[in-house]
């Protein structure tokens, strides 16, 4: 294809995007981060091992240190230290 069959193309895509107005933004859904703003320091959960890495997310994005230990072969402790 030439560059004026692309730009037409690209022209036809354009005309057919439909543009909303008035639709609302819908807020992350970080699953841990309401569990980590209402911890203090020294307030600990069990979680599931596979979400370790989120929790460490988290807390980083939200600022907090935590800790964390393997309790059994399926779940971690997680606790807020600063």
């Known amino acids: ?5 692309i730009s037409e193309q690209q022209e036809r895509l354009m005309d057919e995007i439909n543009i909303d107005k008035g639709i609302a933004l819908p807020a ?3 699953k841990w981060a ?3 703003r ?5 307030d600990s959960f069990v979680a ?3 979400s370790q890495s989120a929790c460490l997310l ?3 994005r939200n600022r ?9 072969a399926t779940q971690l402790r997680v606790w807020r230290i600063a």
């Not at 907090?64 to 059994?72: D, Y």
């Open 34 to 36: 309401d569990v980590f």
């Open 64 to 72: 907090m240190k935590i800790a964390t230990r393997k309790i059994s």
């Open 58 to 60: 988290v807390a980083r």
């Open 38 to 42: 209402r911890m203090e320091v020294g």
């Open 1 to 5: 294809m030439n560059a004026i069959a």
């Open 48 to 50: 599931p091992r596979t």
């Open 28 to 30: 992350h859904k970080y």
